[in-house]
């Protein structure tokens, strides 16, 4: 098992930045993706950023030139620098932790919502 704890988030104005972090607590693998989807209301969940544990990322469309990804495998931690925040980035934000042994496991943060105003 695998737990997930966040951090970071809350309300910013446009233009403003936000950092978000997880923590990853238990049976964890040495290789693995960590990342952050997002959720806004009455949308359907989509990625945002991940990164292995190599280090390789891997963005959004949306994102890019504007998000940062990075992690600690040390600590088990990943971070997501928001820069440029536009209110169309607002949303719940939720921390994806996963890994490969036999079969794939995935797990979740509880989510932290971050609003972006005009």
Known sequence: QVQ???????LVQAGGSLR?????S???SRINVMGWYRQAPGKQRE???TIISGGSTNYADSVK???TISRDNGKNTVHL????????DTAVYFCYFYYYRDKGYSYWGQG???????
């Open 4 to 10: 997930l704890v966040e951090s970071g988030g809350g």
């Open 20 to 24: 978000l972090s997880c923590a990853a």
């Open 26 to 28: 238990g049976t964890i």
């Open 47 to 49: 990625l945002v950023a």
């Open 65 to 67: 030139g504007r998000f």
């Open 81 to 88: 620098q928001m820069n440029s925040l536009m209110p169309e």
């Open 112 to 118: 932290t919502q971050v609003t972006v105003s005009s």
